[in-house]
């Protein structure tokens, strides 16, 4: 074969190559975001879906909290989920393990840091 058709098939491999590499990386971040939306119970799915109306999960938090009931202690698992929008602007949906709705925060624009908007949920939840 010539040298020059090997350069020329080369060169053609490299070129598509590096947008399907691109495209993979992509994808194993949304596979990533995917794992921790399955990893919900079907109650918290049904919940967080009413909420998303045209924008995409970004982010999926779990944690386990012990809610005060009056005097009594109780157990439970906290689903934070953060959606973007597509005017740029976030909310934030807090669910429990039943599905029910304990805290939605709207950012517009997106323009606070997570720090300021986990202090600021940690704020209301002791009040």
């Known amino acids: 074969m010539n040298f020059k058709a090997v350069l020329f098939f080369l060169a053609l491999i490299v070129t598509f190559s590096a947008p399907l590499q691109a495209e993979s990386k992509?994808?194993?971040?949304?596979?990533?975001?995917?794992?921790?939306?399955?990893?919900?119970?079907?109650?918290v799915q049904q919940t967080v879906a009413g909420h998303i109306a045209g924008g995409r999960v970004f982010e999926v938090k779990t944690e386990d909290m012990v809610l005060m009931d009056g005097s009594k202690k109780k157990p439970t698992t906290l689903y934070l989920v953060g959606i973007k929008k597509p005017n740029g602007g976030e909310t934030w949906v807090i669910s429990d393990k039943n599905g029910k709705v304990i805290d939605v925060d709207y950012i517009e624009g997106g323009s606070e840091l997570e720090e300021d908007i986990d202090n600021e949920?940690?704020?209301?939840?002791r009040r």
């Open 26 to 43: 992509g994808r194993k971040d949304r596979d990533k975001d995917n794992d921790e939306w399955h990893k919900m119970p079907p109650k």
């Open 121 to 125: 949920r940690k704020e209301r939840r």
